[in-house]
C-alpha cells in the first residue's frame, strides 16, 4: 500500500474542488500548475505534488459519479418509452 497523505491535504483539496471546480481537471500536470498559480504550498514541492495527485482523485471520482447518473437517466428515458410504446393506443389498433 502506499503511503497515507495528511489529513490536511484531504480537507485542502476538498475545499478547493468544491470552490472552484473549474480550475481543476483529470490532468495532474493541469492542476499542479493551478496549486502553484494560487500560491498554496508554494514552499514544498512534494506537498504541492501531494495536493495536487488529491485534487486529481477527487475530480475523477465525481466527473465520473456524475456519469454514472447521466447512464441512469438515459436509461430510465429509454425503458419509459419503450413502455409508452407499448402501451399507446396506435399499437392495440
Same mark, same amino acid.
Given at each position: 500500500m502506499g503511503r497515507q497523505k495528511g489529513r490536511h491535504l484531504h480537507v485542502i483539496a +476538498? +475545499? *478547493?474542488v468544491d470552490?472552484?471546480?473549474e *480550475?481543476? #481537471?483529470t490532468d495532474f500536470n493541469l492542476n499542479k /500548475?493551478?496549486?502553484s498559480k494560487l500560491g498554496i504550498f508554494s514552499d514544498s514541492h512534494q506537498e504541492r505534488? +501531494? !495536493?495536487a495527485g488529491e485534487i486529481t482523485k477527487l475530480v475523477k471520482r465525481t466527473r465520473? /459519479? /456524475?456519469q454514472a447518473q447521466e447512464k441512469q437517466t438515459r436509461e430510465k428515458q429509454t425503458r419509459e418509452e419503450k413502455h409508452a410504446l407499448t !402501451? #399507446?393506443?396506435a399499437s392495440q389498433a
Amino acid at each position: 500500500m502506499g503511503r497515507q497523505k495528511g489529513r490536511h491535504l484531504h480537507v485542502i483539496a +476538498k +475545499k *478547493l474542488v468544491d470552490e472552484k471546480p473549474e *480550475l481543476f #481537471s483529470t490532468d495532474f500536470n493541469l492542476n499542479k /500548475e493551478q496549486v502553484s498559480k494560487l500560491g498554496i504550498f508554494s514552499d514544498s514541492h512534494q506537498e504541492r505534488n +501531494k !495536493l495536487a495527485g488529491e485534487i486529481t482523485k477527487l475530480v475523477k471520482r465525481t466527473r465520473g /459519479e /456524475e456519469q454514472a447518473q447521466e447512464k441512469q437517466t438515459r436509461e430510465k428515458q429509454t425503458r419509459e418509452e419503450k413502455h409508452a410504446l407499448t !402501451l #399507446s393506443p396506435a399499437s392495440q389498433a
